[in-house]
T-cell receptor, first 114, second 117 residues
Framework: NAGVTQTPKFRVLKTGQSMTLLCAQD?????MYWYRQDPGMGLRLIHYSVGEGTTAKGEVPDGYNVSRLKKQNFLLGLESAAPSQTSVYFC?????????????FGQGTRLTVV | GENVEQHPSTLSVQEGDSAVIKCTYS??????FPWYKQELGKGPQLIIDIRSNVGEKKDQRIAVTLNKTAKHFSLHITETQPEDSAVYFCAAIGYNAGGTSYGKLTFGQGTILTVHP
């Protein structure tokens, strides 16, 4: 059972560089999310998707873009990385059913921008 | 939007003692409250949840209580063990009349629980 898989697990970027984080889920979930985790601030929602081809902004979307071309994949892009984007990024997925509300998280991607 | 406050930020207990973590929320429309456990180097994992039509829920050594009037909910861990050491997050979701919220979680700041043998 793979669940939610994130790649890469670690990355160091220079300011201004770009990169894409990949999230893949094998549970046929409709909903997918990207959160960032910073010390003392819990997890904050960056962007989310309620289905293939749809995306929406979360609480802290600036500096990030996302795409969901396939139901099982959700990509998070940083076009021009800044030191403020140093964080641990988590992808999650869940059912679109209020009876099945559990969100399943990936292992995280630790990103450092120098 | 929703705001969730979590206390304490760190909690240190002796093995066998109880641990209590408290959260408050701001949006009275929130009606689902999950608790997640995050072990070092891993993603958060759901350990227990409660809906607004229930005041208390228990699962072995873990229990959650909800006070809708005061807008706060708490996690209780009894007979703590070293393997309970982790970061614990509370969260809240508000589902509308149509049954959708898109599952967007608002998290508390987290509590680092350390259980000493």
């Amino acid at each position: 059972n793979a669940g939610v898989t994130q790649t890469p697990k670690f990355r160091v970027l220079k300011t201004g560089q770009s990169m894409t984080l990949l999230c893949a889920q094998d549970m046929n979930h409709e909903y997918m999310y990207w959160y960032r985790q910073d010390p003392g601030m819990g997890l904050r929602l960056i962007h989310y998707s309620v289905g293939e081809g749809t995306t929406a902004k979360g609480e802290v979307p600036d500096g990030y873009n996302v795409s969901r071309l396939k139901k099982q994949n959700f990509l998070l892009g940083l076009e021009s990385a800044a030191p403020s984007q140093t964080s641990v990024y988590f992808c999650a997925s869940s059912y679109m059913d209020r009876k099945n509300t559990e969100a399943f998280f990936g292992q995280g991607t630790r990103l450092t921008v120098v | 939007g929703e705001n969730v406050e979590q206390h304490p930020s760190t909690l240190s207990v002796q093995e066998g003692d109880s641990a209590v973590i408290k959260c408050t929320y701001s949006d009275s429309a929130s009606n689902y409250f999950p608790w997640y456990k995050q072990e070092l180097g891993k993603g958060p994992q759901l350990i227990i949840d409660i809906r607004s039509n229930v005041g208390e829920k228990k699962d072995q050594r873990i229990a959650v209580t909800l006070n809708k009037t005061a807008k706060h909910f708490s996690l209780h861990i009894t007979e703590t063990q070293p393997e309970d050491s982790a970061v614990y997050f509370c969260a809240a979701i508000g589902y509308n009349a149509g049954g959708t919220s898109y599952g967007k979680l608002t998290f508390g700041q987290g509590t680092i629980l350390t259980v000493h043998p």
